[in-house]
């Protein structure tokens, strides 16, 4: 079967080193058949020269301190209400003893976001940067989505700068690019009632970026969103990285729908995540629209499952992100692809797949390369985080007032 002419247009352009514009990313974002078997080439062949044969992986633990949220997503299924079962609140000393267990286990980084309680005060971002780097210096901290910058800055008063600027100072290392779903200010009223609206999280990424904190960048699709909304996504990521610099890859993030409101609210209007097609289009023309400017395109196992995961590292794909320990967002909305890929199995995945494993740390520098020797095997983490206890004997103060 033979190329469509736009297609073939466009990926001749491409061969020619010519950055490829909105509008044409719009067409290959819609591509299927041939054609998107062709952009899967080309984004492979673009990884290739970029990044060669070798695919990171980060040794990480996510600490998701508080499931207590009300910012009412409506796509989220990790919310809930401090009354709800399941409701869960990490003390600063249950926080630091899950970066300690992460750091036993050989992590690099720990991953911490939470939601957003509206008496938690602005303060107790820097207390948990302060307690974890009291014990663990050397540990990267990545943490804190735009959404709990914008909230703890007002609660605090603070422009967005000054309180990124002293998080810095507490330790923070760098800011996961999350809360960015979609940037376009309709899709975002459906999803977010647009409390953090595109223009905020663009400013808080560009405050974060300036202070040289770095943050990575995400797109959330498959539910109402479409290839139009996908290109002018990457078109303003890619403008923030002409100007910053500040993004180290590109997180595709698909929708899971299962548990989640807004697919179970409007039956018949949102899609149950992308379809195959938009998975294997949504990375290989990311790699392509973004060549130059954000050369690592990670995959997310935890959305995915390893399998998928894995054959995206031939659609333009050299990360094959965290370990993570403790996955709990994408389980909460009822993914069924377990919490942890172990760093021996990171190894085995990727190297199937015909690549070098090299663990990475949080800014892309190599920590080992997996060449022929394997990472020690290790047991599953014993399963601590959302015990009642936690929730239970450690609510503070502030948490116990009714909201
Ligand atoms: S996505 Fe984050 S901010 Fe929105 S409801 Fe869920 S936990 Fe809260």
Redesign the pocket.
């Known amino acids: 079967m033979s190329l469509s002419r736009p297609v073939a247009e466009i990926l001749a352009r491409v061969s020619e080193g010519r950055e490829t514009t909105q509008a044409e990313a719009e067409v290959l974002y819609g591509a299927t058949g041939a054609d998107l078997k062709a952009i899967c080439a080309v984004a492979d062949g673009l990884r290739q020269k970029v990044n060669g044969d070798r695919v990171g992986f980060v040794v990480n633990r996510n600490i998701n301190f508080t499931?207590i949220?009300y910012?009412?997503?409506t796509f989220?299924g990790?919310?809930k209400r401090r009354e709800d079962q399941g409701a869960e609140w990490l003390s600063l000393d249950s926080i630091v003893l899950r970066a300690k267990e992460a750091a036993a286990r050989g992590a690099s980084e720990v991953c911490i976001q939470g939601?957003?309680h509206p008496k938690m005060p602005g303060s107790y971002y820097r207390d948990i940067l302060l307690a974890i780097k009291a014990e663990l210096p050397d540990m990267d901290i990545h943490a804190f989505s735009p959404?709990e910058i914008w909230y703890g800055a007002a609660k605090l008063k603070m422009s967005y700068s000054d309180f990124i600027a002293d998080l810095k100072e507490c330790g923070l290392g760098s800011i996961p690019g999350t809360?960015a779903e979609i940037l376009d200010t309709e899709v975002r009223r459906l999803l977010?009632k647009d409390k953090l609206s595109a223009a905020k999280w663009v400013e808080i990424i560009r405050a974060a970026h300036s202070l040289g904190v770095p943050t990575t960048a995400t797109i959330m699709y498959g539910h109402v969103d479409g290839p139009k909304h996908w290109a002018a996504h990457m078109a303003l990521l890619r403008d923030i990285q002409q100007e910053t610099q500040g993004f180290t890859e590109l997180v595709p993030l698909s929708f899971v729908h299962y548990d989640s409101p807004l697919y179970l609210d409007n039956p018949g209007l949102v899609r149950p995540g992308p379809t195959a097609d938009e998975v294997d289009a949504m990375h290989a023309v990311s790699r392509i629209f973004l060549r130059g400017q954000i050369d690592n395109i990670q995959t997310s196992w935890a959305k995915l499952g390893p399998e998928r995961a894995q054959a995206m590292l031939f659609k333009g794909v050299n990360d094959f992100g965290g370990t993570l320990m403790n996955e709990s967002i994408s389980r909460a909305a009822g993914s069924g692809y377990g919490q942890e890929v172990t760093a021996y199995e990171m190894v085995q995945i990727i190297r199937a797949a015909g690549r070098v494993p090299v663990q990475r740390n949080t800014r892309y520098e190599v920590i080992e390369e997996f060449a022929a020797h394997d990472p020690a095997r290790q047991a599953p983490l014993v399963e601590r985080q959302g015990a009642p206890l936690d929730f239970m004997a450690d609510l503070p103060a502030f948490l116990q007032e009714a909201v």
Do not use: K
Request: hydrophobic share 45%; glycine share 16%.
């Open positions: 499931n949220c910012m009412g997503c989220c990790f919310a939601g957003i959404f809360a977010t």
